[in-house]
């Protein structure tokens, strides 16, 4: 693809001198240890860095540090956040005082509001969705849940309504318009006989009539019109399990099992709609399934979203083999080398058990997920542009000088000195991007970026030891051989001197001689122009971007599952039998002790901290008066904000000891008992187990103590709501609790405390926007630095943090206004991700511009563009490529990451070429005008250090005078001019 040995062909006038290149070209220097270590025992290092890998593998092996966590209910949300810290309280308290661990419940009785799986039905065409035949094929449908034969071990189970104590089916458990139409018929649903449309309009006559009790069933529009376009259905399912003491007992295996029972009922309800099988890299959902009965189906579950999520997740990664080929055989024809080639995948991918090691067992992270695995498509892109350097550097020191070109060591150790620099600089700013999400207060990004930015610094070791010696290895004992998997004819075993040098590769040539002359035109002038004010309106869209403003959106449009989600709320009003968002109020919690949390284990919860001013032993009647008078309060409560529906903050109240309002028995204090109070509550509580988690009682104390009390309620709020609209309701919900707690008789300060996670996830999403800020505000001051650093001027610097500035703004732009999207969790983290992406390019320009051997700009931009701009697009193609992969990818998450990948490549490859160039070329440092090396020089005066101007170019100068003194060179005979000829090289 590219050969850098060169003869400088007659080029236009109108061009300036590029003839040396390099740093100090033609100079020699002392070779540093490492150079010479690679270039004199090649093998001996390939062996060490491959034992040193072996052993880490064998320590990760051994200790079975090697571990995919699994998804838990914890892992994303904000650890330290009050409304997280609340569910860890209540929940420990219950399990401390409240119902032991060891207690007995009886088996599925107890609610949970994520064991549920609905089905929603759409009639064709805006058609009745609710004729006898649909009435039918429901009932068909939903046979294969009702008529399986496991059904029985799932459904919820209540006492028997004759209060004969029998636990029978609750009726709650199966709520299904085609048994009502069934049961309101007199006829039996076994084998889903067809019923008349009398009767079907019979049923759906009696449920208009009470909507307020059936309404769950029909659209939004039914109360109107009278006809229903969509219906569904609902079934829930008890815990705890036959062999589960309650639902707190072992609860990640209850799950599933019970995930597993409704997957498979899920699959045989597409089975039987004739939905393809998944292939092994789509899934059977992807698509929805046309049919030919009048209505059209759609299912999902709490627990079965679980199990597709899993499955698409695997499929997804997959597509990381198809990148691994296109960087393999990109570097390949880049390099001309198989060789390379292989050995680059190889350094490429035995980077991640490197870093793993590292971040494992030397960093002590534990946690390490699916998001993590992301990081192969991050460094693919990133590690063959660091071989492309590499590679470029070694080819184009056949090109300089006999004192450099005359030996491998002094080929070596000048191409270590060029691209080690390069890649050092690019390496830093991309791994402090990554590293900056270790800031974010949600674990698993932060133990993304933690690994994403050790892995990128453990390419770069590697890059700069294994690869070198590959290289040398190359050079000795293959470059020769003409084979396929070798590489190229042996072009750099020539003298610079020796013979006439081939031109430049045709992609070179075209940045030296057409599109420097655009650059160093007055067009510069015009792409400066259009670029300032494309930052403008990039910057003003992009900072109007914010967090979601409806719930996270997992599945493409077109998945089954994801119709059914979108169909909840598009087609249907909020009912009571909706999944809604269930809180408790609790006395007698103060907090918990949050030194037991741990980092980056979420299931390690803190422990409750009991409040030791609640009081329940005097003025005990009023203090159960007023429990009981918040209960009903709380059901009554109003709420005029938006995600509340019917006016009601509360659907019902769900447990309430102290009150009849849950339709079950109240505590009754006794005061003419001989037993205390606390000794009639326990009783109490022993009589009525389903108040055990209402009721804490310290039984290891003497006497007992009541610890706290808790009551139970269901709110008007769609569980998976997002934050603009859960946070008006738990606003509303903050403003009752404050308000009770002013009353006098309270036993102590309640808090709200949303079992479900509602808040929680409230808070996550919250964060993923401090999250990108924050990355943002870390990230660029970083980058400013280290492109000051690096190139040792704050001019270029400047116009380096601009472009970046630009490509950033202009991603966030497409992301925000073309795409419509808000920060979620991909955005997130791809936002702080393209800073890292977006400075490689504008690095590579800035290093070679300063590098070049003439000091005035238009000649350092011609030097950057010629010897530069082959390797930016060779490397912006690898990433390119690697992003477009996950295009195939079936979750949004995935396909999100490729568009940020893609668009960052693609406007960081226009902004570098564009804009950063042009803007060199009007006003980039000529001389030592920006540069720091003054400023750095007079702090070492400052502090007593000595000066050393003069020593380091009077031995430059011996060397190039006398060329005895270069490492590993004689002097050469010099045709065609001398070293003027060389030079032109």
């Known amino acids: 693809h590219a050969i850098y040995c060169c003869r400088m062909s007659a080029s236009p006038s109108s061009m300036p001198d590029t003839a040396q290149k390099g740093d100090n070209p033609g100079v020699a220097q002392k070779p540093l240890w490492i150079s010479k270590a690679i270039a004199e025992h090649p093998m001996k290092v390939i062996g060490v860095w491959c034992a040193c890998l072996l052993a880490m593998i064998i320590v990760i092996g051994a200790g079975s540090f090697f571990q995919v966590a699994e998804q838990g209910d914890y892992d994303y949300l904000v650890s330290s956040d009050e409304d997280t810290l609340r569910i860890d309280a209540l929940a420990n308290a219950v399990e401390s005082a409240g119902s032991s661990g060891d207690k007995q419940v009886p088996a599925r009785t107890t609610f949970r509001d994520d064991w549920w799986f609905s089905i929603m039905y759409v009639a064709k065409d805006g058609g009745n969705a609710l004729t006898a035949a649909a009435v039918q094929d429901m009932c068909e449908l939903e046979s294969i849940l009702l008529d399986h034969k496991d059904w029985s071990k799932y459904y919820r189970l209540a006492p028997d309504s004759s ?333 610079a001197e020796a013979k006439k040098r081939p031109e430049l590769s045709r992609l070179e040539r075209w940045f030296r001689d057409t599109y420097s002359k655009l650059i160093l035109s007055k067009a510069a002038y015009v792409i400066v122009t259009i670029f300032t004010v494309l930052l403008g309106l990039a910057i003003w869209q992009a900072v109007s971007i914010g967090p979601l403003t409806e719930a996270e959106q997992w599945f493409p449009d077109s998945h089954m599952m994801q119709v059914f989600f979108s169909g909840q709320d598009e087609i249907f009003a909020a009912s009571d039998q909706d999944s809604l968002v269930p809180v408790n109020v609790a006395w007698g919690i103060e907090g918990v002790d949050k030194s037991e949390l741990s980092r980056w284990d979420p299931n390690q919860r803190a422990s409750v ?184 001027n704050i001019l270029t610097a400047v116009f380096g943090i601009i472009s970046i500035a630009g490509i950033v703004s202009f991603v966030m732009t497409v992301a925000n206004t073309f795409l419509d999207w808000s920060l979620g969790t991909a955005e997130s983290i791809a936002v702080v991700i393209t800073i890292g992406y977006s400075v490689d390019f504008t690095v590579h320009l800035s290093h070679m511009y300063l590098e070049a051997p003439n000091e005035d700009r238009r000649s350092r931009v011609h030097h950057a563009l010629t010897y530069m701009g082959a390797t930016i697009i060779g490397g912006a193609t690898t990433t390119f490529g690697a992003g477009v992969f996950l295009f195939g990818c079936q979750l949004l998450f995935f396909t999100k990451f490729a568009v940020f990948m893609v668009v960052t490549i693609s406007s960081s490859l226009v902004w570098s070429l564009l804009f950063f160039v042009s803007a060199l070329s009007i006003a980039g440092p000529e001389g030592n005008f920006g540069s720091l090396e003054p400023w750095f020089a007079a702090v070492k005066r400052l502090f007593g250090g000595k000066e050393e101007k003069s020593a380091s170019n009077d031995l430059h100068m011996h060397e190039v005078q006398s060329g005895e003194e270069a490492v590993g060179t004689q002097p050469a005979s010099q045709p065609n001019g001398g070293g003027n000829a060389v030079q032109a090289c």
């Not at 292939?279 to 979203?305: C, E, N, V, W």
């Not at 001309?336 to 190889?346: D, E, N, P, Y």
């Not at 490197?354 to 991050?378: C, E, H, K």
């Open 163 to 495: 209060n004969s104590g029998a636990l029978v089916k609750d009726p709650g458990a199966e709520v299904s318009f085609a048994n009502f139409a069934y049961s309101t018929a007199n006829v039996s649903r076994s084998g889903c006989p067809a019923l008349s449309e009398a009767a079907v309009e019979n049923a759906i006559t009696m449920a208009r009539a009470n909507l307020t009790q059936y309404g769950y069933w029909f659209d939004k529009n039914f109360a109107n019109s009278g006809k229903a376009e969509a219906a569904r259905s609902i079934f829930w399912l008890g815990t705890p399990l036959e062999g589960f003491k309650n639902k707190e007992d072992r609860r990640a295996d209850q799950d599933k099992k019970a995930q597993d029972f409704l997957w498979e009922v899920q699959n045989e309800m597409a089975d039987k709609l004739g939905y393809p099988k998944s292939s092994a890299l789509q899934s059977r959902f992807m698509h929805t399934k046309s049919t030919d009965q009048d209505i059209k189906p759609y299912f999902a579950g709490s627990l079965t979203f679980n199990s597709e999520f899993a499955i698409m997740t695997t499929m997804d990664l997959t597509w990381a083999i198809f990148s691994l080929f296109w960087v393999f055989f990109f570097i390949a024809a880049y390099t001309q080398s198989f060789m390379f080639a292989a050995f680059g995948m190889f350094q490429i991918v035995m980077c991640f058990p490197l870093a793993f090691f590292l971040y494992r067992v030397v960093g002590q992270v534990d946690f390490f997920n699916f998001l993590s695995f992301l990081t192969i498509f991050v460094i693919l892109g990133i590690g063959a542009d660091d071989i492309f350097v590499l590679v470029d550097a070694w080819k184009q020191s056949a090109c300089e000088p006999a004192e450099i070109s005359g030996s491998p060591l002094a080929r070596m150790d000048w191409t270590w000195r060029r691209a080690s620099t390069a890649m050092l600089v690019t390496s830093l700013t991309t791994a402090a991007a990554f590293f900056a999400t270790a800031v974010s207060r949600i674990m698993p990004i932060a133990a993304f970026g933690i690994y994403a930015g050790t892995v990128i610094c453990a390419n770069y070791v590697s890059v700069i030891t294994f690869f070198p010696a590959v290289v040398i290895v190359h050079h000795k004992y293959f470059a020769k051989k003409k084979c396929c998997c070798c590489g190229t004819k042996n072009i750099d075993e020539e003298s």
């Open 609 to 792: 901290k009991f409040d030791p001013d609640f009081d329940m032993t005097t003025n005990t009647q009023a203090k159960l008066d007023f429990l009981g008078s918040v209960c009903e309060q709380l059901e009554a409560a109003p709420c005029s904000v938006g995600g509340c529906f019917d006016g009601k903050l509360i659907s019902a109240v769900t447990l309430c000891p102290f009150s009849t309002i849950d339709g079950r028995p109240k505590f009754l204090l006794n005061s003419s008992s001989p037993l205390s109070f606390v000794d009639q509550l326990q009783a109490f509580k022993t009589a009525n187990s389903i108040y055990d988690a209402n009721i804490g009682i310290d039984t290891s104390v003497t006497p007992n103590k009541v610890v706290f009390l808790s009551i139970e309620a269901k709110t008007t709020l769609r569980r998976f709501q997002a934050s603009a609209d859960s946070e008006p309701v738990y606003e509303t919900m903050e403003s009752f609790v404050e308000k009770q707690n002013q009353n006098p008789n309270s036993p102590g300060d309640a808090m709200q405390v949303a079992q479900g996670f509602a808040w929680a996830w409230m808070r996550m999403e919250q964060a993923m926007v401090s999250n990108a800020l924050n990355g943002l505000a870390i990230c660029f001051p970083i980058a400013f630095v280290v492109l000051a650093l690096s190139s040792m």
